[in-house]
């Protein structure tokens, strides 16, 4: 690791679970439920709350009483980057994983993932993660077909396409060479692609798996296409203005990341049939 985390011990075995909630009550139980669940039990989960005006904290404090690997942070509300920066700097895990407050580990998600970091021997891997379902509200059935992108990438190609979903991701943090944070600048806007560029930029590279371990909630406008083209003017911003490519390698990485963002989100649906409800 780098001489700027010398001072700092963190667990060898340890996962540090980072969670940003804001007004997360409608599905925060079911997903630290999911965290109780893991067959892999070296973790600690830190849940902060970006300023809620719902119930989270209550469903938090029922949870601490009966595990005291969870630890609750509030702050006034600052946005995802800052809670998950408050999270990462009180941390203890050698293993950083993230973890949204309505998605859903599969039970095996963390023991699978460890498994395939330890037998992993290159040092520049750091950042690694699964593939996951992409769900309706109620994960009762899928919107889209299972998402997964195997494979090694650096940082030019993560420039192209970010298959990197946070909920499925976990960083090894004795194989960077700097710390890295979320940029609390873009206000939630790319951030976390930010991050992980951030991390390849150091000449690291990310892995993904073929195994389908996460479950993400869909919001309708993710289906159709409509958050894409939403995300078009914030992603000119992390190449032209964050990155400071070129107005012409700007566009270029632009037009690459659009079509692979339509390869992925404009897959045929699933036909949702009776069958599903029996």
Same mark, same amino acid.
């Given at each position: 690791m780098?001489? /700027?985390?010398?001072?700092?011990?963190?667990?060898? *075995? %340890? @996962?540090?679970?980072?969670?940003p909630c804001y007004n997360g009550s409608r599905f925060l139980e079911e997903t630290i439920n999911s965290v109780l669940s893991?067959?892999?039990?070296?973790? /600690?989960?830190?849940? @902060?709350d970006d300023g809620s005006t719902d119930l989270?904290?209550?469903?938090? #404090? #029922?949870?601490?009483?009966?595990?005291?690997?969870?630890?609750?942070?509030?702050? /006034? *509300?600052?946005?995802?980057?800052?809670?998950?920066?408050m999270a990462i700097k009180v941390s203890s895990g050698r293993y950083i994983a993230f973890l949204d407050s309505?998605?859903?580990?599969?039970?095996?998600?963390?023991?699978?993932?460890?498994?395939k970091i330890q037998q992993d021997k290159c040092l520049s891997h750091v950042v690694f993660y699964s593939g996951y379902r992409r769900m309706n509200a109620d994960l009762t059935f899928p919107l889209l077909e299972d998402f997964s992108c195997p494979g090694e990438r650096d940082y030019k190609k993560l420039l192209m396409h970010c298959p990197v979903f946070p909920s499925a991701a976990i960083v090894d943090?004795?194989?960077?060479? *700097? *710390? @890295?944070?979320?940029?609390e600048s873009l206000m939630n806007l790319?951030?976390?692609?930010?991050?992980?560029?951030?991390?390849? !930029?150091?000449?690291? #590279?990310?892995?993904?798996?073929?195994?389908? %371990?996460?479950?993400?909630?869909?919001?309708?406008? &993710? @289906?159709?296409?409509?958050?894409?083209?939403?995300?078009?003017?914030?992603?000119?911003?992390?190449?032209?203005?964050?990155? !400071? %490519?070129?107005?012409? #390698? &700007?566009?270029?990485y632009l037009c690459t990341w659009a079509i692979n963002g339509i390869k992925k989100y404009h897959k045929k649906p699933l036909l949702v049939t009776s069958a599903l409800f029996l």
């Open positions: 780098s001489s /700027e985390s010398d001072q700092i011990v963190y667990k060898d *075995n %340890l @996962v540090s679970i980072i969670m893991q067959s892999y039990d070296q973790w /600690e989960l830190l849940v @902060v989270s904290l209550d469903i938090v #404090k #029922k949870f601490m009483k009966k595990d005291d690997r969870i630890t609750y942070i509030t702050q /006034e *509300n600052s946005g995802c980057a800052s809670s998950r920066n309505d998605d859903v580990w599969h039970k095996d998600y963390l023991s699978i993932m460890l498994n943090r004795f194989r960077l060479k *700097n *710390n @890295v944070f979320f940029r790319r951030d976390d692609y930010v991050f992980f560029l951030d991390i390849l !930029r150091q000449g690291l #590279k990310c892995v993904g798996f073929d195994d389908i %371990l996460v479950d993400y909630r869909m919001r309708n406008d &993710s @289906v159709t296409g409509g958050a894409k083209r939403k995300m078009i003017r914030p992603q000119w911003n992390v190449y032209h203005n964050v990155l !400071r %490519l070129s107005v012409f #390698k &700007s566009a270029w």
